[in-house]
């Protein structure tokens, strides 16, 4: 019976509702067990600073060779005197580790450092956009606020945070970290605030890319067909993606605005590495073309191939997810309890499954291993809105993406989140790091998100430590 249970909450987390709406008991939700394995054969139970950045234990021969070729061209540190292809002429970081440290998040600069680094990376894009949605003539979608020597970077960013304190019902105080970012040392013409839409993102975590890529897309067409809760105000739905003549449905970023993981992307807009799919540097017909002609580039060849590209992909698709831990420390069961009533779980979703052929890579490798596997990544993938800053507390950023509009993300995936502090060393959350503890994460939700709010906020101390305590077992 228990084994029943756990496959329809698994599928079906509306029938935790159904099941504590007609029980005797309205304010206890039959939690499912299990869940440890969080990635099916993909799982590890590394619990130091590498616990993303290891290898899934099914990979063998070429494909583990070229994992390690592609964790090396991750990592690798490129500098504008690359032989085979490196920065420039303006970048946002010089490798995809110096942002995704250990296949993580990186600290944020905008604390340490006030907005834009100033060593050579700022573990962060800017997105830049019109406020009728329009790119600037003389900037592209991203600032680049770095550059190679002796060449202006497009600009530079700021940001101050506006500090608020408020109460839980009990008395406890929490604080929350409003910030205001403002883009100095425009390369071009200056762009004037009120002209101008900003919007920060720091790097996610590289954690269950492959399963997000191999996902069962209709069990997540079902859900956003089935993700309609209006007595929590919940209401999820699909982003779908055109590129090059084709719609997908969106998996990745920030707005499930990419239907891949965007490795070509990546290294031709953050790292200004030209590839086959972007062959033209970012920044073509900007005064920093001849710039980087004056310093030695060369823009005959493209920077990186193909099949460099895909290895890149592999390592990505490959790595392994950090198993759940402390699973029977009674806080941690506990916190679960609170997490299903909140209705976390409702967009969290704990259990989904991958197609059968698994995924295919971005150059036609294809990876069965990845098919056929139940997984627990707390997360429907759909677009959900998270309230408007008109309205209070919200997460508006007033950036579209594909159908994704300014207050509409998708739902985070949250295995690996409990590991984020040993791996990178801090506790930022959410799209631009202003939350600096899961508390404050969960009290920066709104719209949709309002009502689970609202239940966590009126917990007791202990109820809310038992929450966190079990988000940190994921």
């Keep these: ?27 206890y939700v039959e939690v499912p067990e299990g ?4 990635a099916g054969t993909a799982t590890n139970f590394l619990t130091s600073s590498k616990a993303y950045d290891f290898e899934a234990s099914w990979l ?27 920065l420039g002429p303006v970048y946002a970081g010089y490798s995809c580790g110096s942002c995704h440290r250990n296949a993580g998040r990186t600290k944020p600069t905008l604390w340490s450092e006030g907005g834009s680094g100033n060593y050579g990376f700022s573990s962060m894009l800017v997105y830049i956009t019109r406020k009728n949605g329009a790119f600037f003539q003389n900037y592209g979608r991203v600032l680049h606020d770095q550059a190679i020597y002796g060449v202006k970077p497009e600009g530079k960013l700021s940001v101050k945070y506006d500090y608020q304190t408020f109460e839980f019902p009990d008395g406890e105080t929490y604080e929350l970290c409003k910030p205001t970012y403002t883009i100095t040392e425009w390369y071009a013409d200056s762009i004037r605030p009120e002209d101008l839409f900003c919007s920060v993102r720091i790097p996610l975590r590289h954690v269950g890319m492959g399963q997000m890529m191999a996902l069962d897309q209709k069990e997540i067409e079902a859900l956003a067909a089935k993700s309609n809760y209006p007595e929590y105000g919940i209401s ?9 003549g084709v719609t997908r449905l969106g998996l990745s970023g920030n707005k499930a605005q990419h239907a891949d993981l965007t490795v070509e992307l990546g290294f031709s807009s953050d790292m200004g590495v030209t590839n086959s799919r972007y062959p033209e540097e970012i920044c073509e017909g900007q005064i920093q073309m001849d710039q980087g002609s004056m310093m030695g580039l060369s823009y005959d060849q493209l920077d990186v191939s193909t099949e460099d590209m895909e290895d890149v992909d592999l390592y990505m698709h490959c790595l392994g997810v950090p198993a759940r831990r402390n699973v029977n420390d009674p806080q941690v069961q506990k916190g679960e309890q609170k997490f299903y009533e909140a209705k976390c779980h409702l967009c969290h979703v704990t259990t989904l499954h991958t197609k059968v052929r698994g995924a295919t890579l971005l ?14 990544p707390y997360s429907d993938f759909l677009l959900h809105d998270m309230g408007s800053e008109i309205m209070g507390v919200g997460l508006n950023d007033n950036y579209v993406s594909g159908l994704a509009r300014g207050n509409e993300w998708r739902t985070t995936p949250l295995w690996g989140i409990g590991l984020q502090e040993v791996v990178n060393g801090h506790t930022y959350f959410l799209h631009d790091g202003r939350a600096r503890n899961l508390v404050e994460a969960i009290m920066w939700h709104g719209g949709e998100a309002e009502a689970s709010k609202n239940l966590f ?18």
Aim: proline content about 2%.
């Design 1 to 27: 019976m228990r084994i029943v249970k756990l496959l329809l909450y698994g599928l079906f987390p509306c029938l935790l509702w159904s099941c504590e709406k007609e029980g005797t008991d309205q304010q």
């Design 236 to 244: 999820g739905r699909c982003n779908y993606i055109s590129e090059r």
């Design 35 to 38: 869940f440890a394995l969080s």
């Design 363 to 376: 150059n036609g490798t294809e990876l069965p291993w990845l098919g056929n596997q139940t997984i627990h």
């Design 60 to 86: 063998s021969g070429i494909y583990s060779s070229r994992f390690n070729d592609g964790d090396g061209l991750y990592d690798d540190v490129r500098t504008s005197s690359n032989q085979d292809g490196g």
């Design 457 to 474: 906020k009126r917990m007791s101390k202990e109820d809310r430590d038992a929450l966190i305590a079990f988000l940190n077992s994921l």
